[in-house]
């Protein structure tokens, strides 16, 4: 019954790869990245949840930290770049 | 049974955002649709999982991840839309209140 679930978080995950490549500018690319990361969490909380086993759920949480330093990490690379530039 | 239907109403959230994410013209409002995504599909998606696994080892690290992605997601949306309105894309609106004063 879970994998019908995974194959609508797999159509959006397409459909933000669309955006990923189209993306004129990389602020465009980050929230595409960002919204396909976290439906690689629910792919892998319905994962567990298929194969009975919780040990899965414990890699979603540190995928979710890892994103989020990631994401934190870009936002200030691209702060410095717009400062040089006044 | 409750369970599944809330994670079909989650992923059909998903697939709405997603499809925001492809029709939206700016990096800003690209970033609305992102937390639809984000906090409508995922964390509804998981709040269905609280159901179906009632009181279960999957019930706790499914409300901390929950918790998580709540606490986790505004921030780092917040932060690379900053990020893009300092490194010089313009949003498309009327009275833009960040604009700097021109020099003199």
Known sequence: MYEYIVYLLAIAAILCMVRF???????DRVI??????????????????????????????????????????????????????? | MIGIIIMAIGGLLAIIGSLGLIRFPDVY???HAQTVVNVGGVCLMLVGVLVDQFFSEFFVKSLFLIILIFVTSPVATHAITKAAYLSGIKPNVIVDHWKKPPKR
């Not at chain 1, 490549?21 to 602020?27: D, F, M």
């Not at chain 1, 979710?64 to 990490?73: K, R, S, V």
């Open chain 1, 21 to 27: 490549i189209k993306g004129p500018t990389l602020p």
């Open chain 2, 29 to 31: 409002s690209r970033s």
């Open chain 1, 32 to 86: 595409a990245i960002d919204a396909m990361s976290s439906l690689v969490i629910g792919i892998i909380v319905l994962l567990s949840l298929y194969f009975r086993n919780s040990l899965f759920l414990d890699i979603a949480i540190v995928y979710a930290i890892l994103t989020f330093i990631g994401n934190l990490a870009i936002s200030k690379y691209l702060m410095g770049k717009g400062m040089h530039e006044e």
